[in-house]
């Protein structure tokens, strides 16, 4: 689950962290107010799940209220289109106000779980303010990484190390060390999947300010988290991903036209395979699990079904504990909900397969059934002609 940049640094600032003074706004008058708290400069900032904001004229710098509430007018309402987006956008509801800092340098700080090592590694970078992808590709060197004895967790040596890589000087080793260790504890106690400061700046003063901060939760954590669910904006998901969460299926909405049902991940990795070997391109990632029932089932193809860029659909199941004959009911019921009588690839084998195949024959969908995956392709191209 990601949280906006306004949740990211109330989180951080009760862990120590510090962040610049401001405060959120949902209208215009809202935001004037909060400049006018200010002193009158300020930043507007679109809060939105999506990098590249600035870029994209989601940031603002303002000299008065009034200028704030005419950047606020201006995003709130609005859908933002960043490089992260996608040409439709996300939509903006809220700005965060916030007080101008006079930035000496900027650095970067963050913490992501490393599946190769099976801990969080900390990342730091002298190099801060831009995508830390490119810094990986232009100046590796300028990258460093530290995973902390999960064991023993942070220890101030850790800081000190990452804080000496970044070129600090001598007066900020201590509060950077103070600050990455405040961020660690941050990522464990909350159940991060990424905990992120870009820019983590150096002020003329020389202060080290959070100026942009994000976190990602884990959402197999979240039940140890109820407070943090209240923080969820669904307005910020893809509509599809966020009612299959509903169903607890696994769903990611792609740009094909090949709608995937398939039970087990590995499964439907090899299953998008074989509809790029068909020449055409799967319009999700859809995994309904081992134990989907017949409501699952017609949940999670309903959404399919909705989708208008699906022109086919390919079911590919092996029924274990998964009975392919309820696979096959609640495929049937959620044509039948929806009215269609769309086209179909349906491989079935294991539990009960021989019904499911059955039912779908004396459904009156148009069916193509298959025996094989390597029958799969071929059936594709044959329904895309």
């Keep these: ?37 200010l002193g009158g400069k300020a930043v507007v900032k679109a809060q939105v799940h999506a990098g590249g904001r600035g870029k994209a004229g989601g940031i603002k710098l ?38 101008p800092a006079a930035v000496a340098k900027e650095l970067y700080l963050g913490i992501v779980v490393d599946g190769s ?35 023993v967790g942070f220890q101030g040596f850790y800081g000190r190390r990452l804080a000496y890589a970044m070129n600090l000087p ?30 983590l700046v150096i002020t003329q003063d020389n202060r080290l300010l959070a100026l942009d901060a994000k976190l990602n939760l884990e959402d197999d954590a979240l039940f140890r988290h109820r407070d943090l669910q209240a923080l969820r904006d669904a307005t ?13 299926v696994s769903f990611v909405h792609l740009d094909g036209d090949v709608g995937c049902l398939v039970n087990g991940a590995g499964l439907a ?5 074989l509809v790029k070997a068909a020449g055409a391109d799967p319009a999700n990632f859809l995994d309904v699990g081992g134990m989907a029932d017949e409501a699952k089932i017609k949940g999670a193809f309903s959404i399919m079904l909705r989708d208008p860029k699906v022109r086919r659909f ?18 049937v019921a959620a044509c039948k909900e929806a009215g269609v009588r769309p086209s179909l690839v349906v491989r079935m084998r294991g539990t009960n397969a021989d019904m499911g195949r059955q039912i779908l024959r004396e459904s009156g969908l148009n069916v193509t059934l298959v025996d094989e995956m390597a029958q799969i392709s071929s059936a594709l191209r044959q329904l895309g002609k």
């Excluded at 640094?9 to 809202?30: D, F, H, M, N, Q």
């Excluded at 730091?124 to 064991?151: N, Q, Y």
């Excluded at 199941?317 to 495929?331: E, H, K, P, S, T």
């Design 1 to 37: 689950m990601k949280l906006h940049e306004y949740q990211a640094k109330a989180i951080l600032a009760s862990y120590g962290i510090p962040v610049p003074r401001g405060g959120v706004a949902s209208t215009p008058a809202e935001a004037r107010q909060i400049a006018q708290d």
């Design 269 to 273: 990795m090899a299953t998008m395979d």
């Design 117 to 151: 090592v099976g801990s969080p590694v900390i990342i730091v970078s002298e190099a801060g303010g831009v995508e830390i992808e490119e810094v990986a590709r232009t100046s590796p060197e300028k990258l460093h990484t530290l995973a902390p004895d999960p064991a």
């Design 314 to 331: 390919l079911i590919n199941v092996f029924g274990g504990i998964l009975r392919c004959d309820m696979v096959a009911n609640g495929v």
């Design 170 to 199: 001598a007066d900020l080793i201590r509060p950077a060390t103070d600050l990455m260790g405040n961020l660690y504890r941050l990522f464990i106690e909350k159940d991060c999947s990424l905990a992120e400061i870009n820019p």
């Design 236 to 248: 910020q998901e893809d509509s599809q991903e966020a009612e299959a969460e509903k169903f607890d």
């Design 62 to 99: 303002v000299s008065s209220p009034q200028e704030a509430e005419s950047a606020a007018a201006s995003l709130i309402g609005r859908h933002l289109i960043t490089y992260q987006t996608g040409p439709q956008g996300v939509p903006v509801g809220k700005v965060l106000v916030e007080e």
